[in-house]
């Protein structure tokens, strides 16, 4: 388990020493790493980084608890494997 603060201070970090890639996927933690990206994010000039992420899943916060995909500290959202145009948007 991390806690929150310490891995948006560690993104914050980052970007103040010149990273300006942030790299993540909605499977990380079944949402808690873009969560935690989208935290560190709003306090950067969005002109400043370039955000990577990945296709073919996303998280449902309000159907489902999760696929036992055992994340230690991670959301409780259900992934949905979804490759499709909509779901690749999202």
Known sequence: RLDD?????A????FALGVNL???SPLYGHGLAEHRCGTALRRV???D???CTKVG??????HGRGDGSNFVGGQPHRAVVDY??????R
Do not use: C, K, N, Q
Not at 57 to 62: G, K, S, T, V
């Open 11 to 14: 993104m914050e970090r980052a």
């Open 49 to 51: 980084i370039v955000v």
């Open 22 to 24: 942030l790299d993540s």
């Open 57 to 62: 899943r996303w998280m449902d916060p309000f």
């Open 45 to 47: 000039a969005r002109a």
């Open 84 to 89: 499709s145009y909509d779901g690749t948007m």
């Open 5 to 9: 603060t310490v891995a948006i201070a």
